[in-house]
C-alpha cells in the first residue's frame, strides 16, 4: 500500500515585485498557490503583516532574494510542556551541569529508591492542567538562518518541538473546536540560553533573555485538516554534524495540542495567526542527551511528514 505525503507550503521572498509568493508541493513539485488549490482543500492563512514588516525583518537576517521564508509568520507563540519524560530528564541535565553537587544527591536518590528525584518532577500544577509561557513571536527565524549563543550566554542549546497554527478566532471552545481550528502545523526549534534560564526560573516570572532571542521555524507547513487525526503519532528525529542523537516522537503527550488549545481559549480571545507548541519532545534538547552546541555545528530538526530544521552555528 502507498502512502501520500500531506501538501506542503512554503513562501519564498521576491524582492524584485517586494512581495512574498507562497507555493504548495502536492508531490509533483513545488508551484505557485491559486484558486484550485483552496479549492481541493489546502488552506493558507493570509499574512497578518504587510510585505513591508515582514520583507524588512528578512533584511535584518541577510535572507538574500528567493529565500524561503516563514511558512507561517505568527502573531503570538504560547509554548507548552506537554512531556513528562522531558522535564524530567531535561531537570536531571540541568543539575549535571549547573548544579553539580544537587546532581550528585539527585543520582543517589535515584539509585536507591528507583525513583524519580522529587525535585526533577513537574510542579503539581502540571498534571491537573497543561501549562505554558508566552515566548517573542518576533524573534521566529527561517530555518536555515545561522544562529549564535547571544553574547550573554556560554550554553546554547536547541529544543525540537511540534508547532500548530490557528486558523479562526477561538474562545471558549471545546477541544473538538480547537481541533478544528489548526490551520497550520510546522516544526519549531525553542533555542535556549541554558546558563541564564536557571535563575530567571528562580525569580519566579519564567524564562526571558533565556529563550527569547531566538526560535526558530521549519521552511515548510502542512495543513492541519491534513495530519490532524496523527499529531500525537509522530516520529521525530535530532542530528548534529550529520549523526542521528535522537530518535523521539509525539506519542507520549499529556495533553494534546487540541486539549491545551481550548484550555488557553477558556476566558480568553484567540485569534488567527497564533503560534502555539508541544514544548520539547522527549530527548528533544541538548540538555537530556548531554550533547550541547558548539560553534561549528550542523544542527537538523526534523518530525516525519511535518517538516525539517536546520541551522549552522557560526564560529
Not at 507555493?23 to 513545488?30: A, I, K, S
Not at 513591508?52 to 528578512?58: H, L, M, P, Q, S
Not at 550566554?153 to 490557528?166: I, Q
Not at 479562526?168 to 541564564?196: G, M, Q, W
Request: hydrophobic residues 45%; aromatic residues 8%.
Amino acid at each position: 500500500m502507498t502512502t501520500t505525503s500531506p501538501p506542503r507550503i512554503r513562501r519564498v521572498l521576491n524582492r524584485a515585485d517586494h512581495r512574498i509568493d507562497t507555493q504548495v508541493d502536492t508531490g509533483e513539485g513545488w508551484r505557485a498557490f491559486d484558486e484550485s488549490d483552496s479549492a481541493g482543500g489546502i488552506s493558507v492563512l493570509p499574512p497578518a503583516f504587510s510585505a513591508d514588516f515582514e520583507i524588512a525583518r528578512y533584511d535584518l537576517l541577510g535572507l538574500p532574494d528567493g529565500a524561503t521564508v516563514l511558512p507561517v509568520c505568527p502573531v503570538s507563540f504560547r509554548d507548552f510542556m506537554v512531556f513528562e519524560k522531558h522535564a524530567v530528564d531535561a531537570a536531571r541535565g540541568m543539575a549535571a551541569r549547573f548544579l553539580p553537587a544537587a546532581h550528585r544527591i539527585a543520582t543517589a536518590y535515584e539509585a536507591v529508591t528507583r525513583r524519580t528525584f522529587p525535585p526533577f518532577r513537574p510542579n503539581a500544577l502540571w498534571y491537573r492542567e497543561p501549562i505554558y509561557y508566552m515566548s517573542n513571536a518576533l524573534t521566529v527565524v527561517p530555518s536555515g538562518t545561522p544562529v549564535a549563543a547571544p553574547s550573554y550566554s556560554r550554553a546554547l542549546d536547541f529544543e525540537l518541538e511540534l508547532g500548530v497554527v490557528l486558523g479562526v478566532p477561538l474562545r471558549d471552545a471545546t477541544v473538538a473546536e480547537a481541533a478544528a481550528a489548526i490551520a497550520a502545523v510546522v516544526v519549531v526549534n525553542d533555542f535556549s540560553a541554558r546558563d541564564v534560564q536557571l535563575a530567571e526560573m528562580r525569580s519566579g516570572f519564567g524564562p526571558q533573555r533565556a529563550k527569547h532571542f531566538a526560535t526558530s521555524m521549519s521552511a515548510t507547513a502542512v495543513t492541519g485538516a491534513a495530519v490532524a487525526d496523527r499529531l500525537g503519532d509522530l516520529t521525530a528525529t535530532v542530528s548534529i554534524n550529520g549523526n542521528v542523537i535522537s530518535h523521539t516522537g509525539t506519542r507520549t503527550m499529556k495533553y494534546s495540542m487540541a486539549e491545551a488549545i481550548a484550555h488557553v481559549s477558556r476566558g480568553e480571545q484567540l485569534f488567527p495567526g497564533e503560534l502555539l507548541c508541544s514544548g520539547t519532545l522527549p530527548g528533544g534538547s541538548g540538555m537530556e542527551l548531554g550533547r550541547w552546541l558548539a560553534p561549528g555545528d550542523e544542527l537538523r530538526l526534523e518530525i516525519d511528514g511535518i517538516g525539517v530544521i536546520e541551522h549552522r552555528i557560526p564560529n
